[in-house]
């Protein structure tokens, strides 16, 4: 089966930068993605690693380190509108060629003023 | 409009009651997928349908059953209802994709369903 583990809570301050981290385990892995979800709202795509290395969208970046089964999604420049909870999801095989994330648990981060 | 689209958005019912949560796309993809949602354990699948004629079971389908009545639609049963299904339910769509591509998925806005 696969797991996730990254942090229940974090806590930062407008304009800084924070790092949620994100271990797995899982067989037949294909990548990393992770997921912004608002209060009550519908979860929304972030980023996505499938190979080693780091990948930049604006504000935000993500990591992969296959061999460490480890990535992590960092955030710059902290805005009181990235409060929200992020969760990390393996996308890796199932059976046969099925595939299909496993999401974490999900990291509330909140940004204080 | 928006691109997945479920109903109802809220739903109370009674142990034991049949209950039909709905899933509409017009994002035109292939891919769809039913979650659940309970706090402090994240996203967990239920079912998903690569086409119309492809039904796979996820982590949790137990008391769960879905019907996939077209491309674009795709309802979740649930046949005698138990307060522990009381949760946050997700439909996501993604396109077919292969090779090292993100199967980004789209949610939809959710039904919070009550079992009491």
């Known amino acids: 089966g696969q797991s996730l583990e990254q942090p229940s809570e974090v806590t930062a301050v407008e304009g800084a930068i924070v790092q949620i981290n994100c271990t797995y385990q899982t067989s037949g892995f294909y990548g990393l993605s992770w997921y912004q979800q608002h209060d009550g709202g519908a979860p929304t795509f972030l980023s996505y690693n499938a190979l080693d290395g780091l990948e930049e969208t604006g504000r935000f970046s993500s990591f992969l380190s296959r061999s460490d089964s480890y990535g992590y999604l960092l955030l710059q420049e902290l805005q009181m509108k990235d409060s929200a909870s992020y969760f990390c999801?393996?996308?890796?095989?199932?059976?046969?060629?099925?595939?299909?994330?496993?999401f974490g648990s999900g990291t509330q981060l909140t940004v204080l003023p | 409009d928006a691109d997945v689209t479920q109903t109802p958005r809220n739903r109370i019912t009674k142990t034991g009651k049949r209950i039909m949560l709905e899933c509409s796309q017009t994002k035109g993809h292939d891919r769809m997928y039913w979650y659940r949602q309970d706090p402090g354990l994240g996203l967990r699948l239920i079912y998903y349908s690569f086409d119309v004629k492809d039904i796979n079971k996820g982590e949790i389908s137990d008391g769960y059953s879905v019907s996939r009545q077209a491309q674009a639609k795709f309802s979740l049963s649930l046949e005698s209802a138990i307060p522990n299904q009381t949760a946050l339910y997700f439909c996501?769509?993604?396109?077919?994709?292969?090779?090292?591509?993100?199967?980004?998925?789209?949610f939809g806005p959710g039904t919070r369903l009550t079992v009491l």
């Open positions: 996501a769509t993604s396109d077919r994709s292969g090779g090292l591509s993100t199967d980004t998925q789209y």
């Open positions: 999801a393996v996308r890796s095989i199932s059976s046969g060629s099925a595939r299909q994330l496993t």
